[in-house]
């Protein structure tokens, strides 16, 4: 749906110009209307899913565990026993998310920025690169819990090409990096965007877009970054000063190379380079003109003015001087004006658009992982459930999509294989080879026997994971 900008005053005011321009654009192609759509899909990459729906379940937790128990209101025995299966599961995935938070606690702690700790436990280089790649894969682990894909090199370098006017003139500076990596989560269709001829250099600009929901940035930042070498000797002085020399020499490596996770919200694409880790303030051509164009023609006609000035009277001279001095200076004023107007831009934007930093990153995202585990683990039991025997996954796909349709109005591509195999490993799901209700073989497009999948019943599956809790602890009396 287009929406075109309230008309300002501007917009009254070169009414008669976009006229012009639109009446050029019939004989001249320059001044032809034009349509920019800005992909992440493209064909150099194709979305996880067929149909770009979204894997997340935009729903909490306790509004699904209403709904799922609220046919049973009139049967306290049943409602009982299913809230009970609900919360030994989630219990259970908890613990295994804390196991997961810890050890991406220790293996972040050598490279965070934010860390305020003066004594860290000392490792050689060999360790260090084996807890940083240990880090970067179980935080791709999450990621992927959490639904989101890696966007790849080069759709990012496509996207950070994108010049859309009005957009902030910022240019990503990824060279200071070893290394960086983007996700995103959701992908939706930004409104259609209109601009007349005087806003877009003459032409009749329509844009399409999309909205990445989520965007985490994941890099590593050189050894030889000077903000991070600055850290490292100014730690390197305290630790001296406490005293403790063979710290100080560990934290010279110990502290040059620094990981960076990064969230944010609602990014578009035209947008996404702002959220690189370091960025380089481009100054608008325009805006350039403008300023210099100003600052030439001021400054020619004072150096003409002081020229014949001091050929008349020395008074006459330093007046003039100081006059020149200060056009001088009051352009500066207004480059550093128009610079601080488009940091300050630069600076609301990225203020509204962040959601954490570093390890409040990573503590982020494994929550909603460990939610995203928890939905999917027991709308695949109690789908699986409801539908009285063996089931093939598609079957039980299906049935939850309904599901989330029928309650929520929702439209979400539900990780049906990703669910079996929660249920798998906590041993409350049964297979075999699929069986059609004449007794033939079920097989699919290629000849392949497909599976077919049950449920433990509610009761057998509350000893299954009674069960699973005393496996969990090793000490039993």
Excluded at 163 to 176: F, H, N, T
Excluded at 388 to 399: A, F, L, N
Excluded at 442 to 462: S, T
Aim: charged letters at 30%; proline letters at 5%.
């Amino acid at each position: 749906m287009s929406s075109e900008p309230r008309r300002s005053a501007s917009d009254v005011l070169f009414a008669p110009f976009d006229k012009f321009c639109r009446f050029l654009g019939r004989y001249f192609s320059y001044f032809k209307p034009t349509e920019l759509n800005y992909r992440l899909f493209d064909g150099d990459f194709t979305p996880p899913t067929s149909d770009r729906r979204e894997n997340f379940i935009p729903v909490r937790l306790p509004v699904i565990v209403a709904r799922l128990l609220a046919p049973y209101k009139s049967d306290a025995n049943e409602s009982r026993k299913r809230a009970e299966f609900i919360k030994l599961g989630s219990a259970r995935f908890h613990y295994d998310v804390l196991e997961l938070l810890d050890d991406l606690h220790e293996s972040f702690a050598p490279f965070d920025p934010d860390s305020d700790a003066l004594f860290e436990p000392e490792y050689g280089p060999a360790e260090r690169a084996e807890r940083r790649e240990r880090f970067a894969t179980r935080l791709k682990d999450a990621l992927t819990a959490s639904n989101y894909f890696e966007i790849p090199r080069s759709v990012v370098d496509r996207l950070l090409q994108i010049k859309l006017p009005g957009a902030l003139p910022v240019v990503a500076k990824y060279d200071d990096f070893l290394e960086y990596r983007i996700f995103a989560r959701g992908v939706v269709q930004e409104p259609t965007i209109v601009r007349p001829p005087h806003r877009a250099a003459g032409r009749s600009l329509t844009v399409r877009s999309e909205i990445l929901s989520r965007v985490c940035v994941f890099a590593r930042l050189k050894v030889r970054d000077k903000a991070v070498s600055k850290r490292a000797k100014l730690l390197r002085t305290r630790l001296l000063r406490k005293k403790s020399k063979a710290a100080a020499e560990s934290s010279e490596d110990g502290y040059t190379e620094f990981l960076v996770v990064k969230l944010f919200k609602n990014i578009s694409l035209e947008e996404l380079k702002m959220v690189a880790p370091k960025i380089k303030m481009k100054f608008p051509v325009f805006d350039g003109i403008k300023i210099g164009g100003t600052f030439v023609a001021g400054t020619s006609t004072s150096i003409v003015k002081i020229i014949v000035a001091g050929a008349l009277s020395f008074t006459a001279f330093l007046a003039l001087t100081a006059t020149f001095c200060f056009a001088m200076f009051k352009s500066f004023l207004g480059f550093i004006h128009r610079r601080t107007a488009y940091l300050q831009k630069y600076a609301d934007r990225l203020y509204f658009h962040s959601l954490a930093s570093n390890f409040s990153a990573v503590n982020m995202l494994i929550t909603g992982a460990e939610e995203q585990e928890i939905k999917e683990f027991i709308l695949g039991y109690f789908s699986a459930l409801s539908r009285g025997g063996w089931s093939t996954e598609r079957e039980i796909d299906e049935t939850v999509e309904r599901w989330l349709k029928e309650q929520f109005g929702l439209t979400v591509d539900f990780e049906s294989s990703d669910a079996l195999r929660k249920l798998r490993d906590k041993r409350l799901l049964e297979e075999r080879p699929g069986v059609g209700a004449d007794g033939a073989p079920l097989l699919d497009g290629a000849g392949n026997r497909i599976l077919q999948y049950r449920v433990l019943p509610l009761d057998a599956a509350l000893r299954a994971l009674d069960e699973d809790w005393d496996r969990f602890f090793e000490y039993n009396v």
